[in-house]
């Protein structure tokens, strides 16, 4: 079973819709957790944290259930400028990171 | 802006080189950075760990003698792929971390290595 895992999508929204998805965890004594966005050819770049609590970003909602190992991530109102790959991250110890694969998200006019 | 940079940003070899890929902290003094390979609509894959001044850590099923890390200074780790091949091709980055909390991790901008 891999460490994390996503719906990989496409998520194919039009502008101004709300679009969530989720990701699972295989370890329970993950610490960490992170939404990371990667747009096509370019590097990953944090796109937020995610706290036990849920938190909020601007448009942009993450939730972490521990009971059931899922994260999940919310986009409000999408703009075009959201369309990119969305990169579940789970920290276990020490400095490591697993990725998930990715879900697609596009946000058409 | 940028805190981790990458050289080159793109490679193009014939089979059978060795392709060394810099990865530079800037402004951070970086004793632990990472390798990792994307192949195409595939996960982040972590391939070592770089530690300055000794050995570098690999995960299972990368070999160590085809990939060489070096991190001889606290800003700077390399990844040399030795006599690479086709299947090598791949999108490498590195990242650093222990400059934010949490964990986070700052990637440079990749390498995108074509082996013909």
């Known amino acids: 079973r891999k460490e994390v895992e996503q719906d990989p999508g496409p998520f194919n929204v039009p502008e101004g819709a709300t679009v969530a998805f989720n990701c699972t965890y295989s370890n329970s004594a993950s610490q960490s957790f992170f939404w990371y966005r990667q747009d096509c050819r370019k590097e990953p770049k944090l796109l937020m944290s995610?706290?036990?609590s849920g938190n909020e970003d601007g448009r942009f909602t993450a939730q972490l259930n521990r009971a059931s190992q899922y994260i999940s991530l919310l986009i409000r109102d999408s703009k075009l400028s959201d369309s990119a790959t969305y990169l579940c991250?789970?920290?276990?110890?020490?400095?490591?990171?697993?990725f998930g694969a990715g879900t697609t998200v596009t946000v058409r006019a | 802006g940028a805190v981790v940079s990458q050289h080159p940003s793109w490679v193009i070899c014939k089979s059978g080189t060795s392709v060394k890929i810099e990865c530079r902290s800037l402004?951070?003094?970086?004793?632990?950075m990472f390798w990792y390979r994307q192949f195409p609509k595939q996960s982040l894959m972590l391939m070592a760990t770089?530690?300055?001044?000794?050995?570098?850590?690999?995960e299972q099923g990368v070999e160590k003698d085809k990939f060489l890390i070096n991190h001889a200074s606290l800003t700077l780790s390399t990844l040399t792929v030795t006599s690479a091949h086709p299947e090598d091709s791949s999108f490498y980055i590195c990242?650093?971390?222990?400059?934010?909390?949490?964990?986070?991790?700052?990637f440079g901008p990749g390498t995108r290595l074509t082996v013909l």
């Open positions: 995610v706290y036990s």
């Open positions: 770089s530690n300055e001044g000794s050995k570098a850590t690999y």
């Open positions: 402004d951070f003094q970086a004793t632990t």
């Open positions: 991250v789970v920290n276990v110890n020490d400095y490591k990171l697993s």
């Open positions: 990242s650093e971390s222990g400059r934010a909390s949490r964990n986070e991790q700052f």
